[in-house]
């Protein structure tokens, strides 16, 4: 209980909502970090994943490399992020950081991507090829609406995924809400520490109800299920 | 055994000849005085060292002068963390070995009851010998080279501010971000102490690591302007940090010096004594610097780098 009260008087403590080490600031460069961080495995992920739904080609190599990359523990990849950003010179902190969550949201975007183009139904594709549709004009208007919510699904996976690991930035300097875990643990401060945890969370779980909403407006009108 | 080791000893002794009636004048002199007719005897000797790089440099330095003057010397490096290494002392498993006057202070008289470690080197030491008395352990001469928390600049930050002492940042500090671990800011060794001590405020504050990796690079980088490192850091020389003088002296005194046990000094002539305090005589900080550099960054071996400095200050030939 006494926790609890640590807890709720380091959150109340107007000390820690101001400043450059405060929550707000804080906060910011988490969803900052998260948001740029998931940007870039869009970038790279959404073509290759779309193509090869699309083609239905190389589909069982596509899945199993981003499968492997779920694979790879995130301390390493912030340790591999760490020695390419010194020798880029982008410095610590924040793009060590962004080399690591990029791969970690990488593979759920593939995959669900790849799939909810595969999965749209073959007689529609069909139908709209006889009807002379180019194959930009299938992809574009009739397989991403009617895949999109099972996309949106994939970068809710990724999202959730990069916002409770960006906390790993503080071990290399970074900023970010792990910065009070990071910090906390060092001073023995558990009501700074325990209060980092639970933004963290809240974040994530913040990260995945919006996306939740999300993936519900963009499922096409003729689609929804009527309660 | 034991009596072979000491006849040779004697043998080898009478053979290069003390420095008992050669030396005692001129110090560092005696490795091959032409023989005079008293044979002293010198005890064997066993150094410790615990385990990392400047503990075996300096492990080599104290080996290296004894067997130059005729002593046996064996050596028992690497043996662990002070928590091995002092009891291995106090139960003669070894005869001498470096340590730190405040850190060993504070290690054998937890409380401080007896004394506490201070800022000044002379008083810890004083300290240091009323907690070893009873051990039968002699404290020796301390080194002016110390291994505490340090700040350091870029040598760019450092002529361009004009940075030498930590008095120096008073001024400019409030323009200026630091870097260390996160305990920093609260720490009476860190940045609390340099704001009680010396008035000093930074702009901000960063957390790194206790001078480790990330404080280098983000001192290299510019993401930090004063970071914390350990005053001995071969990184110090391999970077071309500037190590800001503490001149008011907020830490506490983490000189190097040699401990002795006292059954050793009491079969030795006075002779061990007086050249492992050469040594210490010599050791600076930049000295101390440059060889750790030479043995962590250089990969140089630690015997070699102890010859090369003992025959460059004159202390062996």
């Keep these: ?227 | 055994m034991k009596r072979g080791r000491t006849l040779f000893a004697a043998l080898v002794a009478i053979a290069v000849v003390a420095s008992a009636c050669g030396g005692a004048g001129s110090g560092g002199s005696t490795g091959g005085a032409a023989a005079t007719a008293s044979p002293v005897t010198r005890p064997d000797v066993i150094v410790g060292s615990t385990n990392f790089y400047e503990q075996i440099t300096l492990g080599e330095l104290y080996s290296q002068i004894l067997e130059a003057n005729g002593y046996k010397v064996t050596r028992r490096f690497n043996l662990g963390n002070r928590e091995i290494v002092e009891p291995a002392l106090e139960s003669g498993q070894i005869d001498l070995d470096a340590e730190y006057l405040a850190t060993l202070l504070a290690f054998l008289d937890k409380d401080g009851k007896i004394a506490k470690p201070t800022t000044d080197p002379k008083e810890t030491q004083t300290g240091l010998q009323k907690v070893l008395d009873p051990k039968a352990l002699t404290v020796l001469d301390y080194a002016q080279a110390t291994d505490q928390n340090g700040f350091v600049v870029t040598k760019d930050t450092a002529t361009s501010k004009n940075l030498k002492k930590l008095s120096d940042l008073v001024p400019v500090a409030p323009t200026m971000v630091l870097g260390g671990p996160p305990e920093c800011p609260t720490r009476p060794f860190c940045a609390l102490g340099l704001k009680n001590v010396y008035g000093i405020t930074f702009k901000d504050f960063k957390p790194l690591d206790s001078g480790g990796p990330l404080t280098i690079t983000a001192l290299e980088g510019k993401q930090i302007d004063v970071g914390l490192l350990f005053t001995s850091d071969p990184s110090i020389v391999a970077k071309n940090f500037v190590l800001l003088d503490d001149d008011k002296h907020l830490q506490l005194a983490d000189n190097i010096a040699p401990v002795v046990r006292n059954a050793l000094l009491q079969k030795d002539d006075g002779t061990l004594k007086r050249l492992l305090n050469s040594i210490s005589a010599k050791l600076s900080q930049a000295e101390l610097n440059d060889m750790n550099k030479q043995v962590a960054v250089d990969k140089a071996d630690s015997k070699v780098v102890a010859a090369a400095w003992l025959k460059k200050q004159g202390l062996i030939k």
Excluded: C
């Excluded at chain 1, 994939?154 to 995924?161: E, H, K, L, P, S």
């Design chain 1, 1 to 227: 209980m006494k926790a609890l009260g640590d807890l709720v008087h380091w959150l109340t403590d107007p000390a820690n909502w101001q400043g450059s080490h405060g929550i707000p600031v804080r906060l910011l460069e988490h969803i900052e970090l998260s948001a740029i961080s998931v940007i870039v495995a869009l970038l790279i992920a959404l073509p290759i994943a779309l193509y090869l739904g699309h083609t239905g080609r190389w589909g069982f190599i596509a899945i199993n490399v981003a499968n492997v990359g779920r694979a790879l523990p995130s301390l390493a990849l912030l340790a591999f992020g760490l020695v390419i950003a010194i020798s880029l010179g982008l410095g610590l902190g924040f793009w060590p950081t962004v080399f690591m969550l990029v791969p970690l949201a990488i593979p759920p975007i593939v995959t669900n991507a790849y799939v909810a183009i595969r999965e749209v139904d073959r007689d529609i594709v069909d139908a709209a090829r006889g009807m002379g549709l180019s194959e930009g004009q299938i992809l574009r208007s009739i397989e991403l609406p009617l895949g999109l919510p099972i996309i949106l699904s994939g970068i809710r996976t990724a999202a959730v995924n990069v916002v409770a690991t960006a906390t790993l930035g503080a071990l290399v300097a970074g900023g970010a809400l792990g910065r009070f875990i990071v910090d906390g643990l060092a001073l023995q401060e558990y009501d700074q520490l325990m209060a980092g945890a639970l933004l963290v969370a809240l974040l994530a779980v913040a990260t995945e109800v919006s996306f939740a909403a999300l993936e519900r407006a963009t499922v096409p009108a003729g689609m929804r299920v009527v309660r």
